[in-house]
């Protein structure tokens, strides 16, 4: 049984998010963006929009949206394909900051993430003397802006760095919650959804206050589930903890074709320039995995997964492909007319690296695979690639 | 066609073939049962063009005919009927019409002929069995079968039929599980098949304990099983299974002699402390002593201490306790035998003064 007072020491949650992460990342490196719309996102007829930056935010343009709608909303923004090499990089740094605070970090994605800074509490001042220190590291090591928003919970806190961003910083302190969340939209709220929010306009509720002074029999029939949970959530109630960043679970690539293919010597040769992409991934993080994944998706939505494993845990290409090929190829032959929308290679199954196999020897990166690294290192990534790869350039 | 039946009659061979039948299909037929009645009896055949499963039964008022019937809704209507009915099944033109009491199901049909068969498997060798002794065989090594590996050939069992002797072995490429029984007529020449990974699990399904004898027929392409009412035959892995026989560790002459009952409780307890993700133990032997060591990363341990019969001293390896736990699980008897060479080779667990059974593990690199 935890004392009183032990149940009454708060949490101190902090939600980090980087300001229009991509596209500060592209002005960072070009200067001579700076003031106009910037858009990151696919370029082909089916791309979508990744980020934007404030500047074309203005122009109706928001993340998600197909990058068409972005070009005719906003014509004149400069529009960039995105470099994720370059984005880690940068995420890297910024993750590194957050551990210089606390080990307790749950990464959301390169851009965003909760920390629990409760131990923490010891060695500065307040929450607030965290999160200006957070903010100010990421500002001299990356020359970009973070929001952040502080509060005892995950739920509040990203709400806080949502409300106060771009540039944001916001403390919600548990005198304030209700305050804070009562006049946002309903929508607003973490695991309402569209769905979710229409059936609630529908009985009148618009705002986070509404919702919790609804009759929770009222709400339950509007909205057809549990409702003791949500009307928590609405008070700012979240006991969810921190989960601390899991070892990761799979390294993948995929692509979406602006053409469908309908040529397996074409779907090779894209098969293989992924497999080259998460090998070389693989090489960087020193992962060996044992399971290979494709991922095949017919037009329009049909998703296919097709996975076998690696005799030992590995990380050359040739190896990585060669399975990934025998996969497409049962799975085409199989297809009464095969085409194929998307395209995707993952490799997991990495806790069997310290397994030996009885049949063969612990596989290593191939001169070839290490060769090929080097050069791209130094000169960028793709410099040297696989001639089958150059297929899909055409 | 036409017959009747009593629901249980009709219940058991349902339950040995429906299994064979997979969820999602690459033809259509392959849903469906193949029903055929002729005599006094009728027949049950599924079949995933790699398995085939065929079973019949005694029925009355039959009317010679066969056609294909929906797999799953068949089982699932006789499982859902009470028990001691009498089901009356008549082909109607396209339609089989099931009735039961006040029950009255109509079910859609595929023709007879375009459901495929295997016939003919060109037998090269034929073995009879004690079912118990084949249960056996299969039943304490199919554990270690690899699943889904692109060494297809290990994606299920090896039946090496030599002389006197028939041997099951089944490996993942980390351990290797070997089980072996004496025949009483000896084979003229060595026969190596390998049955994939859906008929050895199939196939042990259908051994029950019991006295009755089971008939191998060894194909060319094909396995063929006889037990009773029912016929198995399994397409086989056409490969090389690699050389087993090399992997097992000959030069491990540092062995200890363990009670099997108090190594496994012993490894079950220190298991619960191992990483989940790599489930590595540490064996650690000194003279009559063998310490067993897990730790996983919240740096919580677990200490094992286990009495054995050794001279090894200062000799520490690490295995994945499952692989352990599954092999101790297999073997029988009193006392088990591990013999080890060094921290990088395999080590061998067999029951002792018997070779059996012979299970061999990679070591973890801890």
Known sequence: ?394 | MQFSIQREVLLKPLQQVVGVVERRQTLPVLANLLVQASGERVSFTGTDLEVEMIASTPATGVHEGEVTIPARKLFDIVRALPDGAKIDVKLNGERVALNAGRSRFTLATLPSTEFPVIDEIELVERVTLPEEVLRDLMDRTSFAMANQDVRYYLNGMLLDLQEHTLRCVATDGHRLALKQTQLESSVAARRQIIIPRKGVNELVGLFETGEGSVEIEFGRNHLRVRRGDVVFTSKLIDGRFPDYEAVIPLGADKTATIDREVLRSALQRAAILSNEKYRGVKLELSPGKLRIVAHNPEQEEAVEEVECETSVSDLAVGFNVGYLLDALGALRGENVRLSLRDAQSSCLLQEEGNEDARHVIMPLRL
């Open chain 1, 1 to 394: 049984m935890g004392t009183i007072a032990a149940m009454a020491t708060e949490r101190a949650i902090i939600h980090v998010d980087m300001d229009a992460f991509y596209a500060s990342v592209e002005e960072l490196d070009d200067p001579t963006l700076a003031g106009k719309p910037v858009i990151v996102g696919g370029l082909g007829g089916r791309g979508v929009v990744s980020t934007c930056n404030y500047e074309a935010r203005k122009y109706g343009v928001r993340s998600a949206m197909p990058t068409s709608r972005a070009q005719r909303l906003c014509p004149q923004a400069v529009f960039i394909f995105p470099r994720h090499d370059r984005y880690a990089e940068i995420s890297a740094q910024v993750f590194a900051v957050f551990g210089e605070f606390t080990d307790d970090i749950e990464g959301l994605s390169l851009d965003e993430a909760f920390l629990d800074v409760t131990g923490s509490l010891r060695l500065f001042a307040s929450i607030e003397a965290i999160g200006r220190q957070i903010k100010l590291r990421i500002r001299e090591r990356t020359g970009l802006n973070a929001s952040v928003g502080m509060a005892t919970n995950k739920l509040v806190a990203k709400l806080a760095s949502e409300l106060s961003k771009p540039d944001g910083f916001l403390r919600v302190r548990p005198e304030e919650v209700r305050a804070t969340l009562d006049p946002l939209p309903v929508g607003r709220l973490w695991t309402v959804g569209k769905v979710a929010e229409e059936n609630l306009h529908r009985i009148g509720i618009l705002t986070i206050g509404e919702l919790v002074r609804c009759d929770p029999a009222r709400l339950q029939r509007a909205l057809g589930r549990q409702v003791a949970g949500l009307q928590a959530l609405a008070r700012g109630e979240d006991e969810r903890p921190v989960h601390r960043e899991v070892a990761e679970q799979s390294i993948s690539a995929e692509n979406t074709f602006e053409v469908d293919i309908a040529d397996l010597a074409m779907a090779e040769a894209w098969l293989l320039r992924m497999s080259e992409k998460v090998a070389r991934r693989a090489r960087d993080r020193q992962m060996k995995g044992r399971t290979v994944t494709v991922k095949l998706r017919e037009p329009p939505f049909t998703t296919y997964t097709r996975q076998a494993q690696l005799p030992v845990a590995g990380y050359a290409t040739q190896d990585i492909h060669q399975l990934a090929r025998r996969l497409l190829h049962a799975w085409w032959t199989q297809q009464p007319r095969p085409r194929l929308r998307l395209l995707g290679v993952g490799l997991s199954g990495f806790g069997e690296r310290a397994q030996n196999d009885l049949f063969q020897p612990a596989a290593s990166a191939p001169q070839a695979d290490r060769i090929q690294d080097r050069i791209n290192e130094k000169f960028g990534a793709g410099s040297l690639v696989r001639a089958g790869v150059l297929k899909t350039r055409e």
